[in-house]
T-cell receptor, first 115, second 112 residues
């Protein structure tokens, strides 16, 4: 069982829809991440939150909007997506962002299809 | 610019034999290295890590070796089991940085 829980597992949305992906962890981790992964590619970093503040935004289009309501929750709000945004969206957490001896723990992801 | 590379997209090994997965990196500031295993429809699972002050770390059947001068690390799985069949990603980070860099993955198939 993964200690990082993501919902929903699958999502199909049209290009005009608004939807949200949710992520929750109860390991007391203070860093949370959104990654995007396409088939046969490595995970691609989108956003990093450290102590509930956005610390990295990897030039992600504004149609993706992250939110960290508290230290256990991370959301990704989606609006006006394109078909090329279809991918596996992974949430991860780590004890802290400084990363040394603080591995990422991933959820099982949300498989997003944009039609 | 791929700072972490896994040059073998796939590897097949007989059950009971050793699996060796390789990873190369270009950034000399990297000092923390990890291996993840990924099954289809699941997120990557952390397997084992090594810091740059060591050249070897063992955890059960899994051993990671680090050669800093060659900027190369490898994961050895002994003995390999069919349940080890998955995609393996290596990742690296610098303590002065704030993110992990992933390789492109190697798909391991262990043949019963």
């Amino acid at each position: 069982d993964t200690e990082v829980t993501q919902t929903p597992k699958h999502l199909v949305m049209g290009m005009t829809n608004k939807k949200s992906l949710k992520c929750e962890q109860h390991m007391g981790h203070r860093a949370m991440y959104w990654y995007k992964q396409k088939a046969k590619k490595p995970p691609e970093l989108m956003f990093v939150y450290s102590y509930e503040k956005l610390s990295i935004n990897e030039s992600v289009p504004s149609r993706f909007s992250p939110e960290c309501p508290n230290s256990s929750l991370l959301n990704l709000h989606l609006h006006a997506l394109q078909p090329e945004d279809s991918a596996l969206y992974l949430c991860a957490s780590s004890q802290v962002v400084s990363s040394y001896n603080s591995p990422l723990h991933f959820g099982n992801g949300t498989r997003l299809t944009v039609t | 610019d791929q700072q972490v590379k896994q040059n073998s997209p796939s590897l097949s090994v007989q059950e009971g034999r050793i699996s060796i997965l390789n990873c190369d990196y270009t950034n000399s500031m990297f000092d923390y290295f990890l291996w993840y295993k990924k099954y289809p429809a699941e997120g990557p699972t952390f397997l084992i890590s090594i810091s740059s002050i060591k050249d070897k770390n063992e955890d059960g059947r899994f051993t990671v070796f680090l050669n800093k001068s060659a900027k190369h690390l490898s994961l050895h799985i002994v003995p390999s089991q069919p349940g080890d069949s998955a995609v393996y990603f290596c990742a690296a980070s610098a303590t002065t940085g704030n993110q992990f860099y992933f390789g492109t993955g190697t798909s391991l198939t262990v043949i019963p």
